[in-house]
């Protein structure tokens, strides 16, 4: 119990001693008693309207080390790919990448990305409005349209049909990994695309 008081009393301190940023004040947030300062890692993302499963995919994968990092350090703005039809021209990435630094340079308490689901919903329809949806359904939209943003192939070779009568399952497997891969290369397929394969 005093290791609790002493640390409340410590929050209140802190609290108390520092401005907070970014912080609107006409939003209320009953179940807080006390607002931490902001704080590298520690910025949340505000939910207007039904947009917490959007906010649960992005953070998942702003948590995902290599991926955040390979944004902080503006990775993504060298690898853009500004002829794929499949893409958007980088703006997906670009908007994501932006979301990942400011969740993680320390200097807001919470962001709003409004602008990441505008721009899903471009591509999907059922993202339009103000509606709930599957948080794994968005993860696995955003994964694709980042990917297609910086996929590192610029002319896609045609693949030519895999033969798989009578023939060993690894030797199948690999022909077909090797031809997704001489089509798809970035850092999604690098830490996020594998191969299952069904009985």
Not at 85 to 99: N, R, Y
Not at 151 to 180: F, H, M, T
């Amino acid at each position: 119990a005093f290791e609790a008081n002493l640390h409340a009393n410590r929050l209140r301190e802190i609290h108390n001693s520092r401005p907070l940023s970014h912080i609107k004040d006409n939003i209320s947030r009953p179940t807080m008693s006390i607002l931490l300062p902001p704080s590298i890692g520690y910025t949340g993302i505000y939910n207007p309207a039904n947009s917490c499963f959007m906010n649960a995919a992005v953070q998942c994968l702003s948590n995902t080390r290599e991926l955040r990092d390979y944004f902080l350090h503006s990775y993504h703005s060298l690898e853009i790919n500004q002829v794929n039809p499949l893409g958007m021209k980088g703006a997906m990435a670009e908007e994501f990448g932006k979301i990942i630094q400011e969740l993680w340079c320390g200097k807001y308490s919470y962001i709003i990305a409004n602008q990441l689901r505008d721009y899903a919903a471009k591509r999907h329809q059922e993202f339009v409005g103000n509606g709930q949806h599957d948080a794994q359904e968005l993860l696995t939209i955003l994964l694709d349209a980042i990917h297609e943003d910086l996929n590192r192939v610029i002319s896609k070779p045609l693949v030519p049909p895999i033969e798989d009568e009578n023939r060993p399952d690894e030797i199948i497997a690999d022909e077909y990994w090797r031809g997704y891969l001489s089509r798809n290369d970035s850092i999604i397929v690098q830490l996020f695309t594998g191969q299952f394969k069904s009985k």
